[in-house]
């Protein structure tokens, strides 16, 4: 329920669902009595605090085992800064564990959201994608590093295509342009294939694809 792009929204997903806490209230309970697993989910917030927690509130009583909350309400942009004090209200309102989300670049990130929060967990997305590497408490290694591993990880798991070219695209277009040539080539690319030629992988993924066919042997 965290996704405020307009085809979730079109489509009564994502965000959508927030204005429907009935709805909501039955997901979750059809969830936690037919499945053996925890149950979790995600918001955003509302544009009352106190709608946000007693959202929270209601999506506690269905049993579910933590809830995430994403620091910015639906109409908010990426670059609008995260409201960690809103997602600290529901922390303080829930006894569940709560998993705050929003504004996480960097390693030193996630123990300033936790403090400002009081959150059990957090949630990272872009900076993540923009750098896996953020994980790291020894600090990120060069991006270009990351994304040669990325994209070799990317053949040996036969990764799928679009979403490899997402994730690159996403790197790109954060510490370079998608205008200059690597983003153009990246953009044009069709296959994995393509993609090991552009950074130089033609060999690993000759090494990759050769075991693959030796298994299926």
Not at 133 to 140: D, Q, Y
């Amino acid at each position: 329920m965290g996704c405020p792009r307009s085809f979730s929204i079109s489509g009564g997903m994502g965000a959508a669902l927030l204005s429907k806490p009935e709805l909501i209230h039955d997901i979750l309970t059809t969830l936690r009595r037919n499945l053996d697993v925890p149950i979790t989910c995600k918001i955003r917030l509302l544009k009352y605090p106190q709608d946000t927690v007693e959202l929270a509130r209601r999506i506690e009583t269905t049993g579910v085992s933590a809830l995430a909350v994403h620091g910015r309400k639906v109409p908010d942009r990426p670059r609008d800064p995260a409201k960690w004090d809103e997602i600290a209200d529901v922390a303080a309102a829930l006894s569940i564990p709560v998993i705050a989300n929003g504004d996480v670049f960097e390693y030193e990130d996630f123990q300033r959201i936790r403090d400002a929060t009081d959150a059990s967990s957090v949630m990272v997305a872009r900076g993540a994608i923009w750098n896996a590497s953020i994980f790291s408490s020894e600090g990120k290694i060069p991006w270009e590093d990351v994304k040669r591993e990325y994209v070799r990880k990317s053949i040996l798991w036969d990764n799928d295509i679009k979403s490899t070219k997402h994730t690159l695209k996403e790197m790109i277009a954060h510490y370079s342009s998608l205008g200059l040539p690597e983003g153009l080539a990246v953009i044009k690319s069709d296959t994995l294939a393509d993609l090991a030629k552009l950074y130089g992988e033609e060999e690993y993924y000759e090494y990759v694809s050769e075991s693959r066919r030796k298994q299926m042997t």
